[in-house]
């Protein structure tokens, strides 16, 4: 392999002649050969975002001019357009600031923009690239940009497919009557529309949660610089960043008004993860109902089918297992994972600077990429295809025992219970065991156990 000798103020590195990082990325390298996970392509493209717009602010503050703006604001794009992908290989397990992660990008822009103005180093990757920023700030800073923009362009339109078809099986679903279930064990009726709509309003109330927690993502460290003070920055700088940004994203971030909060905390995507928690134990609650209730088909509860997506079994014949419903409920178990991850590590501020940033990211925006994904297939390989099994909902409800509650306003509780005790001793149904015991007349049974006038 060709090699290049670069330096920085620790001495001199040998850098593969291919890349175009320089000395501090290749130390990371050297430095951390800790497991695969690498730093997530979203918080490069949100850095390219950010140095993009920094480098805007700058011109236009006349800390530097358009020879170097230009580059800088060219290869920010070419990296947007995902030209550099391999150029960013730093693992997730560096320093806890995520400099290294900074200085990555910092270089890459620095070498690719003096290639393209065909003037070796004329853009140094801290003294312009990085130029009124510390890694202190714009890593937070890039932390909410990836973040926010996973959400908007993945999350939600996931979530906002699934509740479409939520709402359309309820509506569909809504004049079947089937029996309750409650502790795994019989209840009163409702129907299966009545049923999904439980489903529905959690993924309702879960998209209007992250909406709602979202928000504190928009508020942005940059301007801060090393401890908050925004040192070695023009005090306008974090806003006109942020005013760049809301230009190239779309998105209304806005400069934190609280910098030391900023580089310190990150209780905004604690929060924010909190949704995402209570997203993920819906779709398990979902996803758990599903395969309960199309479990069988002949010695389960069989009330609805899943589409066939796949043999079940390497063994046994015509298997078709409920696979959608088993990786749903994996994801929310590493999101819950993720939830203690994110909120042990933002625990971590110590004095001016939280240092488990990088872990901290990794996870929230595995999580969004989880669920997104994650719901985007159960919805269209799952919920899309369910049919209801009228034959052995009908089957089941007649057969229930908890039909007898309606007798409760007529006879009382305790005859009610006699008469379901009798029924299950004796084998019987609920009507013969109710007309055995003479409480009631067939006429008034037939008057008063009506599961259609049951279901509210």
Not at 50 to 64: Q, S
Not at 173 to 183: A, L, N, S
Not at 217 to 242: K, M, Q
Request: glycine residues 6%.
């Amino acid at each position: 392999m060709n090699y290049r000798i670069e330096k920085d103020t620790l001495g001199e590195m040998k850098v593969p002649a291919d890349k175009l990082w320089g000395a501090q990325t290749q130390r990371s390298i050297e430095n951390f050969p800790i497991g695969k996970e690498k730093m997530p392509l979203e918080l490069i493209y949100a850095f390219a975002h950010l140095k993009k717009a920094a480098a805007v602010t700058n011109e236009n503050l006349k800390k530097f001019d358009s020879k170097k703006a230009t580059p800088i604001i060219k290869v920010c794009d070419e990296i947007l357009q995902g030209n550099w992908d391999d150029q960013f290989p730093l693992v997730v397990w560096q320093t806890g600031s995520g400099t290294q992660s900074n200085m990555n990008v910092n270089e890459v822009i620095a070498r690719r923009g003096s290639e393209i103005s065909d003037e070796e180093k004329l853009i140094h990757p801290n003294d312009d690239v990085n130029m009124s920023q510390s890694s202190n700030d714009t890593f937070p800073t890039a932390m909410h940009i990836a973040a926010y923009t996973a959400i908007e362009e993945k999350l939600l339109p996931s979530l906002k497919a699934f509740l479409e078809t939520l709402i359309e099986k309820e509506q569909k679903f809504m004049p079947i009557i089937k029996i309750g279930r409650t502790h795994l064990q019989d209840a009163t009726p409702l129907t299966l529309g009545q049923e999904i709509s439980g489903w529905r309003t959690m993924i309702q109330r879960s998209i209007e949660m992250i909406e709602k927690s979202k928000e504190h993502l928009l508020n942005l460290a940059i301007g801060g610089t090393a401890v908050g003070t925004g040192i070695n920055a023009d005090p306008a700088f974090g806003e006109l960043v942020s005013e760049q940004l809301r230009k190239q994203t779309g998105f209304p971030f806005q400069s934190s008004d609280n910098k030391f909060h900023a580089l310190t905390s990150h209780d905004e995507l604690v929060f924010f993860h909190g949704a995402l928690k209570a997203l993920a134990a819906d779709v398990m609650k979902i996803a758990n109902d599903v395969r309960w209730l199309a479990s069988g088909p002949r010695s389960g509860l069989g009330e609805i089918t899943i589409p066939a997506n796949e043999p079940g079994s390497s063994i046994m014949p015509g298997k078709v297992n409920p696979t959608q419903s088993e990786a749903i409920t994996m994801i929310a178990a590493q999101v819950f994972g993720n939830d203690v991850t994110v909120s042990f590590a933002a625990s971590q501020g110590n004095f001016e600077l939280n240092v488990f940033k990088p872990v901290i990211i990794y996870n929230v925006l595995q999580s969004i990429q989880l669920l997104a994904d994650g719901v985007d297939s159960f919805n269209k390989r799952c919920i899309e295809g369910i049919e209801a099994n009228e034959e052995v909902i009908n089957n089941l409800m007649e057969r229930s025992l908890m039909l007898v509650t309606a007798l409760n306003p007529h006879i009382g509780y305790t005859k009610a219970a006699e008469i379901a005790k009798l029924a299950h001793q004796e084998g019987s149904s609920l009507k013969e065991a109710a007309l055995k015991t003479g409480y009631l007349t067939e006429e008034e049974y037939d008057q008063w156990v009506d599961p259609a006038k049951m279901i509210g």
